[in-house]
Nanobody, 126 residues
């Protein structure tokens, strides 16, 4: 089992940047594929990005491709989401999630992930 704690959210102007971090407990962090999701008020949770255990494979939603970068540091048990060129429509609560196996072709689906953090709020003002 793994526990996840997100940090790094906040208020930023459109065009700005934020870096989210997700710290994981446990000694088997490198065995988990990781994902970032977000949920805006009144909307369903949606996939943002995913990364495999080594960091060698990354995947993005079309809406963030070219602006967001997911990465991980297995020595620090941490996964990151660097968010650049932020837009008001990026405003949401951002969650990290862990999957104790390799990413599948359904990596965009929230039910593919077994563990979730509590979320961190990102607000982008226009």
């Amino acid at each position: 089992q793994v526990q996840l704690v997100e940090s790094g959210g906040g208020l930023v102007q459109a065009g700005g940047s934020l870096r989210l971090s997700c710290a994981a407990s446990g000694r088997t962090f490198r065995a988990y594929a990781m994902g970032w999701f977000r949920q805006a008020p009144g909307k369903e949770r949606e996939f943002v990005a995913a990364i495999n255990w080594s960091g060698g494979s990354t995947y993005y939603a079309d809406s963030v491709k070219g602006r967001f970068t997911i990465s991980r540091d297995n020595a620090k048990n941490t996964v990151y989401l660097q968010m650049n060129s932020l837009k008001p429509e990026d405003t949401a609560v951002y969650y990290c999630a862990a999957r104790p196996s390799a990413l599948s072709s359904s990596r965009w689906a929230s039910d593919e992930y077994d563990y979730w953090g509590q979320g961190t709020q990102v607000t982008v003002s226009s």
